[in-house]
């Protein structure tokens, strides 16, 4: 069955570096997202991706933060600068459609990000 | 701020029993509600999606969603232990905003 992967599972980082986060979304998806979640908390919306642009970001989206897609497959986040709240599990999604029946979005398995 | 509400549990139900898990939401142009189920240091898993009033069931899972109330629910039923996690309801609001709105999440447990 097809499904999102994401690399690294689990990456340290000291703050003030730069850090990305690599997804390889469903092959015949076209809508790539990137959720986070912090520790206990609920799972929150970063960006949306299609057509090779931004279609929808989040306030947590600042200018630390940036989206790719530099080739056919993979779909990367980067965060510039980290921060200690960055901290967080990083979740890429696909989904075929942006909404309705066919919509529905599919999870990879997370990245840890710990900043220290 | 559009908002997604669920009871954040935990949710106890013998085993073999009907698990009944609530979402409210406050956009009343959502278009799209989706059930995920969260192991503990794991991703979300689709579970059941639902666009329509009514019931829709997948196996031991029925979705139902009241958009006039503005509710959705899942119930499992015959409950099994490897059930146990956390049930997060996501709405999309609004027909081309694609985004998932995700509620805090039910711990449900299943007792054998």
């Known amino acids: 069955e097809p499904e999102v992967t994401q690399t690294p599972s689990h990456q340290v980082t000291q703050m003030g570096q730069e850090v990305i986060l690599r997804c390889v979304p469903i092959s015949n998806h076209l809508y790539f997202y990137w959720y986070r979640q912090i520790l206990g908390q609920k799972v929150e919306f970063l960006v949306s991706?299609?057509?090779?642009?931004?279609?929808?970001k989040s306030e947590i989206f600042d200018d630390q933060f940036s989206v790719e897609r530099p080739d056919g497959s993979n779909f990367t986040l980067k965060i510039r600068s980290t921060k200690l709240e960055d901290s967080a599990m990083y979740f890429c999604?696909?989904?075929?459609?942006?909404?309705?029946?066919?919509?529905?979005?599919?999870f990879g398995q997370g990245t840890r990000l710990t900043v220290v | 701020q559009k908002e997604v509400e669920q009871n954040s549990g935990p949710l106890s139900v013998p085993e073999g029993a009907i698990a009944s898990l609530n979402c409210t939401y406050s956009d009343r142009g959502s278009q799209s509600f989706f059930w995920y189920r969260q192991y503990s240091g794991k991703s979300p898993e689709l579970i059941m999606s639902i666009y329509s009033n009514g019931d829709k069931e997948d196996g031991r899972f029925t979705a139902q969603l009241n958009k006039a109330s503005q509710y959705v629910s899942l119930l499992i039923r015959d409950s099994q232990p490897s059930d146990s996690a956390t049930y997060l309801c996501a709405v999309i609001s609004n027909f081309g905003n694609e985004k998932l709105t995700f509620g805090t999440g039910t711990r449900l447990t299943i007792i054998p």
């Open positions: 999604a696909s989904s075929n459609y942006a909404t309705g029946e066919g919509g529905e979005a599919f």
């Open positions: 991706f299609y057509n090779n642009e931004i279609s929808e």
